[in-house]
C-alpha cells in the first residue's frame, strides 16, 4: 500500500515546481561561466521586475478605464450587445458565411422548384381554405341557433320577467320619495336588518 501511495507522490511531486536557486548557484550550466550566470540571473530578475510592473499598470488602467465608462454610463451590458454586434458583422462577411448562405440558398430554390414541394403546398393550401370554409359555416350555425333560442317562447319569457324586476327595482327607487318607505329612502339604499 504504501509503495502504490509512493508511487502516486512522487508523479505529483514532479509537477510541482522547486527553486534550485541554491544548488544552481553553485554549478553553472554548461558551456556557462560564472560571471555569465550571474549576468543571466540579473537580467531575468529584472525582467520580472519589469513584468510586476507593468502589471500594476494595467491594473491601473483598467480600473481608470471601468471609471470613464461608468460616468459615460457605458454598461458591460452596452459592450457585450456592441462586441455580438461587431463579431455577428464579421461573422456576414466571413467567407464560411457566405459560402454557406449560398449553397442554403441554392438548396433553399432546388426545394421550393421540386414537384414534391409544389405538391404539398398546393395540398397545404386547399386544406386551409376548406378549414377556413367549415369554420365559417360553424360560425353561422351557431349565430343562427342563438338567434332562434332568444326568439324562442322561453327566451322571450325570461327576458320579459328580467325586464319587469329590473323596472320594479329601478322605478320603485326612483319614484320613491318618502323616506319611510321599505323599497327605498330617496337617495339612500335600503338597509337589511333581517338576521340569518
Given at each position: 500500500m504504501e509503495s502504490a501511495s509512493?508511487?502516486?507522490?512522487?508523479?505529483?511531486?514532479?509537477?510541482?515546481?522547486?527553486?534550485?536557486?541554491?544548488?544552481?548557484?553553485?554549478?553553472a550550466p554548461e558551456g556557462l561561466t560564472e560571471a555569465e550566470e550571474e549576468e543571466l540571473r540579473s537580467e531575468l530578475a529584472k525582467v520580472e521586475e519589469e513584468i510586476g510592473t507593468l502589471r500594476q499598470v494595467l491594473a491601473a488602467k483598467e480600473r481608470h478605464c471601468g471609471e470613464l465608462k461608468r460616468k459615460l454610463g457605458l454598461t458591460t451590458f452596452d459592450?457585450?450587445?456592441q462586441n455580438l454586434s461587431k463579431s455577428w458583422h464579421d461573422v456576414q462577411g466571413s467567407n464560411a458565411y457566405l459560402s454557406a448562405s449560398s449553397t442554403l440558398e441554392d438548396w433553399n430554390e432546388k426545394l421550393t422548384q421540386s414537384e414534391a414541394y409544389k405538391k404539398t403546398q398546393e395540398t397545404l393550401s386547399q386544406a386551409g381554405q376548406k378549414t377556413s370554409a367549415a369554420?365559417?359555416?360553424?360560425?353561422?350555425?351557431?349565430?343562427?341557433k342563438l338567434g332562434d333560442m332568444r326568439n324562442s317562447t322561453t327566451f322571450k319569457s325570461f327576458e320579459d320577467r328580467v325586464g319587469t324586476i329590473k323596472s320594479r327595482v329601478v322605478g320603485s327607487r326612483e319614484n320613491s320619495t318618502d323616506p319611510h318607505s321599505p323599497t327605498g329612502s330617496g337617495d339612500k339604499p335600503p338597509q337589511d336588518n333581517a338576521r340569518f
Open positions: 509512493q508511487g502516486l507522490l512522487s508523479d505529483t511531486m514532479t509537477d510541482v515546481p522547486v527553486d534550485n536557486t541554491a544548488s544552481a548557484r553553485t554549478s459592450e457585450l450587445k369554420l365559417s359555416n360553424v360560425g353561422s350555425v351557431i349565430s343562427r
